[in-house]
């Protein structure tokens, strides 16, 4: 990457991006040498304006972040950084330094909390329960669901179908995962089809 180091004095702003929920998580800055580091680490260090020196996200309360990916914008003066956070980015313990109300994408962390609970099975996780059963039981699961949700839409409050729909995406994901198949796989595909027509 041509990365243009001179044009602020040395330091470029950098945007954290979680990888999976895409939620922007906060806003650092960054030297040629911070850059450096996180390329070899593949941790997020910045240069801390305040500290006056470099600083890897995370070095005193472990919530660091895994670097998955690096764009340069089109200036060439500003990172945007993909990462995966272990545990909350700010330091006031959210999980974003910007406030936002919820997590508009929790469905992809939704899809990572269950990949959780099949690699690492958790005592009374339901999802495990589900595992245990096989794929037979979790895709009646997704059939079930699925008519509830009809019912609802046809018969019941929207509350209720609020809840049917939450179920039939929740048993969803689950099946997705028993068949080794990511949610970003579906939206690329739904990309694809919307482009198509």
Not at 6 to 35: F, H, R, W
Not at 120 to 135: C, F, T
Not at 153 to 163: F, G, P, S, V
Not at 165 to 175: I, K, M, N, Q, T
């Amino acid at each position: 990457m041509n990365i243009d180091f001179n044009k602020s004095g040395g330091l470029i702003p950098v945007i954290i991006q979680d990888d999976q929920t895409l939620e922007v998580l906060m806003l650092g800055y960054m030297n040629e040498e911070a850059y450096e580091q996180t390329l070899s680490e593949n941790v997020v260090t910045f240069f801390s304006r305040t500290k006056n020196r470099l600083w890897t996200k995370g070095e005193e309360s472990g919530n660091i972040l895994k670097v998955t990916s690096i764009k340069l914008d089109c200036d060439n003066d500003t990172l945007l950084i993909k990462a995966n956070p272990h545990g909350p980015t700010c330091h006031t313990g959210s999980r974003s330094c910007f406030s936002t109300d919820f997590n508009q994408n929790f469905l992809f962390k939704l899809e990572e909390i269950i990949d959780d609970r099949f690699t690492n099975p958790a005592e009374g996780s339901y999802v495990n329960k589900l595992q245990k059963k096989g794929l037979n039981k979790i895709a009646q699961k997704v059939g079930e669901e699925g008519v509830e949700t009809v019912i609802a839409a046809l018969n019941e409050t929207e509350e209720d179908l609020i809840n049917e729909a939450s179920d039939l995406l929740f048993h969803l994901l689950v099946l997705l995962r028993a068949k080794d198949l990511k949610l970003k796989t579906i939206a690329e595909n739904l990309e694809r089809r919307h482009t198509i027509k």
